[in-house]
């Protein structure tokens, strides 16, 4: 099943994507988010959107990315990723969770250090540290759906399991029909092949 998105379908100031996913498509050729998959956290027509890329791990974890701290027990073997171009000096803690009832992924962000302790303590949500955000000013996000730079679809349920990460982007953009699972599967660089 086919989940593109069109600006001209529901209009620029209808349009929310908050609790969806942007896949990258193939064509996009920014570094910062060539292959990328990203979570919306909030979309709005006047204010933007704020999102997550979900598989650019930096391997580590955040005791590792901070090892002079001394306050971060139950956080200490959170995964970082990178979350995206913008505010690469910040270390974004966020909480993903199933709804089971609306069958739709929560995401809590820029929650503080205490929140994020608590979190983990619950085992209820999944954590995950990014260091920077993506970003998009009133309207920008609504251009790059009308070049066609992204895929949007909802996400699933066992969207966090470890194993998925390295192939998030080619499982997912293959999702979408054969054309698509073929580029999926080339090489990142045709050279290579």
Partial sequence: MRYLVSVREFGPSSLNLAGNLLIAHPGLLDPNFRRSVLFISTHEAEEGAFGLILNRPTGQTVAGLLPDRDDLREVG??????????????????????????????????????????????????????????????????GELQQHAWLVKPPEAGLFQADKVPRLWRDLLSGFGPAFRLTAEAPEDPSLN
Wanted: with cysteine; glycine share 10%.
């Fill in 77 to 142: 073997s959170v995964p970082v990723l990178q979350g995206g171009p913008v505010g690469r000096d910040q270390l974004v803690f966020a909480s993903f969770l199933w709804n089971t009832q609306t069958m739709r992924m929560e995401c809590r962000h820029h929650l503080s250090l205490e929140d994020a302790r608590s979190a983990v303590r619950e085992h209820r949500a999944v954590i995950r540290a990014f260091v920077g955000y993506s970003g998009w000013g009133k309207g920008q996000l609504e």
